[in-house]
């Protein structure tokens, strides 16, 4: 009915879909991202080396024991074979050693709590370097990003200079989220109340897509955000220009943002308080709320005022105290 050519045109048709595809993840401008892009093709590689031989080996034997092969040997008393049994089960258990090896590794090297020791696989971190403090909130349905040594934010804008580390401290707002840029790093969960961290770095100048992982309500699908990787000079120029440009964002500001809201432009900050991600994580934006901050109870330290006379209540390892920060 159809040409030889034309069922070879219509049998790769469907790879032509993917010739629009973006695979960052395994195409990344991170060195963090890189390295795991690494080990997923590490890991695949040796899967297929027990998958594809199975697969061979099905087809070949329900080709060559097919009923009216009568060349094929029948029998039907055969129960066992050491050496097929030394392959059998020898082989995988190799690849799950090495597998387990690998991930053991790369479980501790890429922790994202693990400060950097590398800008790429060809040059070290120089022991100056101080990686580049971002605290990030993960908001209804928007992210703002803090740049604390700067004194500016962001709302759903990152910006950072390539080849210089990043620590970012990841909170949320109010439920939980999942912050993740496929072309610095993997993602990671932001809970309100609690602080998690990520450390990684940029390695290429250009913009890149970041978003929520974590379905979270009604406007998850727009809570997206442009990353800027760029020089040096051009992140001292942005910071210039939003501290020239944008308002503050104090603790009313900020409870206004927090207002769900979905598909929200870009915005700056010109003046940010030191503790206000601080107050974010406590969970104290509002003056009298309940604060929950894990510290040492022997680090507590008690003032010689009438406040001290409300003592926090000590539970574990955890201090709550009422409008008050612990130390």
Same mark, same amino acid.
């Given at each position: 009915?159809?040409?030889?050519?034309?069922?070879?045109? #219509?049998?790769?048709?469907? @790879?032509? =879909? &993917?010739?629009?595809?973006? %695979?960052?993840? $395994?195409? *990344?401008?991170?060195?963090?991202?890189?390295?795991?892009?690494?080990?997923?093709?590490?890991?695949?590689?040796?899967?297929?080396?027990?998958?594809?031989?199975?697969?061979?080996?099905?087809?070949?034997?329900?080709?060559?024991?097919?009923?009216?092969?009568?060349?094929?040997?029948?029998?039907?008393?055969?129960?066992?074979?050491?050496?097929?049994?030394?392959?059998?089960?020898?082989?995988?258990? #190799?690849?799950?050693?090495? @597998?387990? =090896? &690998?991930?053991?590794?790369? %479980?501790?090297? $890429?922790? *994202?709590?693990?400060?950097?020791?590398?800008?790429?696989?060809?040059?070290?971190?120089?022991?100056?370097?101080?990686?580049?403090?971002?605290?990030?909130?993960?908001?209804?349905?928007?992210?703002?990003?803090?740049?604390?040594?700067?004194?500016?934010?962001?709302?759903?804008?990152?910006?950072?200079?390539?080849?210089?580390?990043?620590?970012?401290?990841?909170?949320?707002?109010?439920?939980?989220?999942?912050?993740?840029?496929?072309?610095?790093?993997?993602?990671?969960?932001?809970?309100?109340?609690?602080?998690?961290?990520?450390?990684?770095?940029?390695?290429?100048?250009?913009?890149?897509?970041?978003?929520?992982?974590?379905?979270?309500?009604?406007?998850?699908?727009?809570?997206?955000?442009?990353?800027?990787?760029?020089?040096?000079?051009?992140?001292?120029?942005?910071?210039?220009?939003?501290?020239?440009?944008?308002?503050?964002?104090?603790?009313?500001?900020?409870?206004?943002?927090?207002?769900?809201?979905?598909?929200?432009?870009?915005?700056?900050?010109?003046?940010?308080?030191?503790?206000?991600?601080?107050?974010?994580?406590?969970?104290?934006?509002?003056?009298?709320?309940?604060?929950?901050?894990?510290?040492?109870?022997?680090?507590?330290?008690?003032?010689?005022?009438?406040?001290?006379?409300?003592?926090?209540?000590?539970?574990?390892?955890?201090?709550?105290?009422?409008?008050?920060?612990?130390?």
């Amino acid at each position: 009915m159809f040409s030889l050519k034309v069922r070879h045109g #219509l049998a790769l048709l469907p @790879l032509t =879909l &993917l010739a629009g595809c973006n %695979t960052v993840v $395994l195409n *990344p401008s991170g060195d963090i991202a890189v390295q795991q892009g690494n080990l997923i093709v590490i890991s695949t590689l040796l899967m297929l080396l027990i998958i594809v031989p199975v697969i061979a080996l099905t087809l070949l034997f329900a080709w060559r024991y097919r009923k009216n092969n009568t060349a094929a040997k029948y029998e039907p008393d055969w129960d066992h074979s050491t050496r097929l049994e030394l392959i059998i089960w020898g082989a995988p258990l #190799l690849i799950i050693i090495v @597998l387990g =090896l &690998l991930t053991w590794i790369s %479980t501790h090297t $890429l922790d *994202p709590y693990r400060p950097l020791s590398r800008i790429d696989a060809n040059r070290p971190i120089p022991e100056s370097t101080k990686p580049m403090i971002v605290e990030v909130v993960a908001m209804d349905w928007k992210w703002l990003f803090i740049y604390p040594e700067q004194g500016i934010a962001s709302v759903n804008e990152l910006v950072a200079p390539i080849d210089r580390p990043i620590r970012f401290k990841i909170t949320a707002q109010s439920v939980m989220n999942s912050f993740f840029i496929p072309a610095l790093a993997g993602q990671i969960y932001a809970m309100p109340g609690m602080e998690t961290k990520l450390n990684a770095v940029i390695n290429k100048v250009g913009v890149y897509d970041g978003f929520s992982a974590n379905y979270s309500g009604a406007g998850f699908s727009g809570m997206r955000f442009k990353f800027h990787g760029v020089s040096d000079g051009d992140f001292d120029k942005w910071v210039s220009t939003t501290r020239a440009g944008g308002g503050a964002l104090n603790r009313d500001d900020y409870l206004t943002l927090a207002q769900p809201s979905e598909r929200d432009p870009v915005r700056r900050y010109s003046n940010v308080p030191v503790d206000l991600y601080k107050a974010i994580l406590n969970r104290t934006i509002v003056s009298d709320a309940l604060c929950v901050t894990p510290v040492q109870p022997y680090k507590l330290a008690l003032a010689d005022s009438p406040a001290a006379l409300a003592a926090p209540v000590v539970a574990g390892n955890a201090v709550v105290e009422k409008g008050v920060q612990a130390k």
